[in-house]
């Protein structure tokens, strides 16, 4: 039988703040069209390091065969995005080898469903600006609307924006290292988050920027991001 570690992620948007703290790749993109509806898309992969350390403090994952492991349950992320109002919602995951695999999301909105995603429109109903704000409080509180397996390993990464105690990036990077070794470590230090914004009746390339992981786990106050088509 298949055994799930991510059994409930995400919760919408969530899934970018969850699989933030696993320090995998990820891509959002949030496309808007002029009649006001939001297209989400979301896109990681989670490798070995990210399997090994959940499944490392999960009794109920059966360790015995890791190739009948399912890392991520599309099920229970399609369920919780249907729960929270959206449309058009799919939820595919894709097995690329033995160590890694692969999370592709995409739904639909009438309206913004995220409080910390802000779209500025022209009078042409054309998105001219997304701001994304973050902040210990808004990661905190993604956190706890997701199972005790992710808030376990939130807890575990003993991250400033969980901790509210700042900490330098070099010391941070040593911490993880010296927890859960290098390889963790140089996930955290090497991983992205590319957000995109684009207009999806326009033939334009998304306008897109990156976050480094390691910056959203140090964060200590508010900070907003923005993205200008």
Do not use: H
Request: with cysteine; glycine share 4%.
């Amino acid at each position: 039988m298949k055994k799930t570690l991510l059994k409930y992620l995400p919760l919408g948007f969530a899934a970018f703040a969850a699989v933030t703290f696993t320090g995998c790749p990820v891509t959002f993109t949030v496309s808007a069209s002029p009649d006001s509806t939001l297209y989400y898309n979301f896109n990681t992969t989670a490798g070995k390091s990210t399997n090994e350390l959940i499944s490392a403090f999960d009794n109920s994952i059966d360790k015995s065969n890791s190739d009948s492991t399912v890392i991520f349950d599309t099920v229970e992320i399609e369920r919780a995005l249907l729960k929270m109002g959206l449309k058009n919602v799919s939820a595919l995951t894709q097995k690329i080898d033995k160590n890694n695999q692969k999370l592709s999301i995409s739904a639909s909105s009438s309206e913004n469903k995220f409080n910390f995603i802000k779209i500025i429109r022209n009078e042409r109903g054309e998105a001219t600006q997304m701001q994304l704000t973050l902040s210990p409080a808004i990661l905190q509180d993604l956190i706890t609307n997701q199972n005790n397996i992710i808030q376990k390993y939130a807890d575990l990464l003993m991250a400033p924006c969980f901790t509210n105690e700042a900490i330098e990036k070099d010391e941070y990077i040593e911490l993880l290292a010296s927890l859960y070794g290098n390889d963790v470590a140089k996930e955290f230090t090497d991983g992205q988050i590319e957000i995109k914004l684009k207009n999806s009746d326009r033939k334009k390339i998304p306008q897109s920027f990156s976050i480094p992981i390691i910056d959203i786990l140090l964060l200590t106050e508010e900070k907003t991001f923005i993205i200008n088509y």
